[in-house]
């Protein structure tokens, strides 16, 4: 066996005292990335948030983090939310820090929230890592979600996300248009045209989980009126020629009253009243914009 020689045994501690050293400035690899939030940053042990359900503080990977959707013995499914208060949001950068593991969950954050009916929404899907449906936006109107409508590469990308350690999350809002970055803070993973008409509300954070729960850290806000979007949102198809695009709708009523009917009577038509819904460039109606649903969708789930 080769002798090192006194040259490299002084190279070899030096090196290992450089590294010993850097560690004490270095956070582990589970840690928070290095990156600097532009906004103010917004510490979940204030008293800034209103805290809804499932919902905790609690030190995690080294940072002050809320905990989301924490499933009691024997639930299958947990939801915990925090809402901003005092916050009227419309334009800016949003950020924040997200870890979970690969189990079923549903994190994610509304804005230019008025009430708890009518959002803009981003969330992810961690067991649905690197496929198309990883992560979406949709809008929410009247506390309807309607996911299965907003589907596909104008709403969703094919992030590969890391689990059981702090992803960076960015999102920056102008008008009717928005980035999302992850991870990478130079390039946006998704670009959308936001459907709510650039209205302004506050913000909230929530873990729907079916397996396991997620934690947030380091929220931070700035509220800018022309933030830059380095993005373009991939074109939805237009309607095709003789699509209809404006649609008479009625109140909302009980379904039971149409039970072993095919034809509606005009006992049932009597004290209905109607109003004009359009669709939209596609051709595509959400009900959901003229009418609302059951007490359990007033959270958009």
């Known amino acids: 066996m080769k002798t ?82 005092d916050m009227d949001f419309s334009n800016g950068i949003i950020e924040y820090d997200i870890a979970f593991d690969d189990k079923q969950k549903y994190p994610g954050i509304n804005f230019r929230q008025r009430g708890q009916g009518d959002f803009e929404r981003f969330y992810m899907r961690p067991h649905q890592s690197g496929e198309p449906d990883a992560n979406s936006y949709i809008p929410v109107f009247n506390g309807v979600q309607s996911w299965q409508l907003y589907y596909g590469d104008q709403y969703s990308s094919h992030k590969k996300y890391s689990f059981n350690k702090w992803q960076h999350i960015k999102l920056v809002i102008n008008g009717n248009i928005m980035d999302v970055y992850i991870g990478n803070m130079e390039k946006p993973e998704l670009t959308v045209e936001l459907k709510h008409n650039n209205k302004s509300g506050t913000i ?20 800018i009126d022309n933030p ?58 959400n009900l959901a914009k003229g009418r609302g649903c059951n007490n359990f969708h007033n959270l958009g789930f």
Do not use: H
């Open 204 to 223: 909230s954070l929530y873990g729907l989980t079916v397996n396991g729960d997620v934690r947030f850290a380091n929220f931070a806000v700035k509220k």
């Open 4 to 85: 090192l020689q006194p040259k490299s045994l002084i190279l070899i501690s030096i090196s290992a005292f450089i590294i010993a050293i850097c560690g004490t400035n270095m956070k582990s690899n589970a840690s928070t990335p290095m990156v600097e939030p532009q906004g103010t940053v917004i510490p979940f042990n204030s008293d800034k948030w209103n805290f809804i359900g499932s919902a905790e503080t609690e030190d995690y990977l080294d940072e002050k983090a809320v905990r989301l959707g924490i499933a009691e013995q024997g639930e299958f499914i947990s939801f915990g939310m925090v809402i901003l208060k």
């Open 228 to 285: 830059e979007i380095k993005g373009t949102p991939k074109p939805e198809e237009p309607a095709k020629p003789g699509t209809v695009l404006s649609w008479s709708i009625s109140d909302a009523f009980d379904e039971q009253s149409l039970l072993k009917k095919v034809i509606l009577t005009e006992k049932d038509k009597k004290n209905l009243n109607y109003s004009i819904l359009k669709s939209d460039i596609t051709g595509m109606t």
